[in-house]
C-alpha cells in the first residue's frame, strides 16, 4: 500500500502560481511513477502531468505544457507541480497519483493504482 498525501492548494487570481506536494509514503518501492490528475468542477478527472522515478524524465498534457512542471524531491519522497500562470480553467481538485509502468509515466489512468484525497485549487478570473 502506498499512502499520499497532498498540500498546497488554495485560491488565487488568473496569473499566480501555486506549488502542490505530494508527500509518499508506504510501499513506494513497487512504483516508479508519480502523477498529478485534476478534476474540474462537474467535469471527470482528467491527467496533468506524470514523472519516472527512474528515469526523471516528465510528462505533461498539452493543456498545461509552458505553465507546469512536475519534480521530485527524492530525499523527502514528495513529488510537486509546480503551477505558473493560472487560468480559471485550471480551477478543480488536484490528485496525487502513484503506480507502476514499464512504458512511461504519461498520466493515464491506467498506469496509477494508488490514490491521494486531493487539494483543491480555485482561480479566479
Known amino acids: 500500500q502506498v499512502q499520499l498525501v497532498e498540500s498546497g492548494g488554495g485560491s488565487v487570481q488568473a496569473g499566480g502560481s501555486l506549488r502542490l506536494s505530494c508527500a509518499a509514503s508506504?510501499?513506494?518501492?513497487?512504483?516508479?511513477?508519480m502523477g498529478w490528475f485534476r478534476q474540474p468542477p462537474g467535469e471527470k478527472r482528467e491527467g496533468v502531468a506524470g514523472?519516472?522515478?527512474?528515469?526523471?524524465?516528465?510528462y505533461l498534457v498539452d493543456s498545461v505544457k509552458d505553465r507546469f512542471t512536475i519534480f521530485q524531491d527524492n530525499a523527502k519522497n514528495t513529488v510537486y507541480l509546480q503551477m505558473s500562470s493560472l487560468k480559471p480553467e485550471d480551477t478543480g481538485m488536484y490528485y496525487c497519483?502513484?503506480?507502476?509502468?514499464?512504458?512511461?509515466?504519461?498520466?493515464?489512468?491506467?498506469?496509477?493504482?494508488?490514490w491521494g484525497q486531493g487539494t483543491q485549487v480555485t482561480v479566479s478570473s
Open positions: 497519483a502513484a503506480g507502476h509502468s514499464t512504458a512511461g509515466c504519461y498520466p493515464y489512468f491506467f498506469r496509477y493504482q494508488s
Open positions: 514523472f519516472s522515478t527512474d528515469t526523471k524524465r516528465t
Open positions: 508506504g510501499s513506494i518501492s513497487g512504483t516508479n511513477c
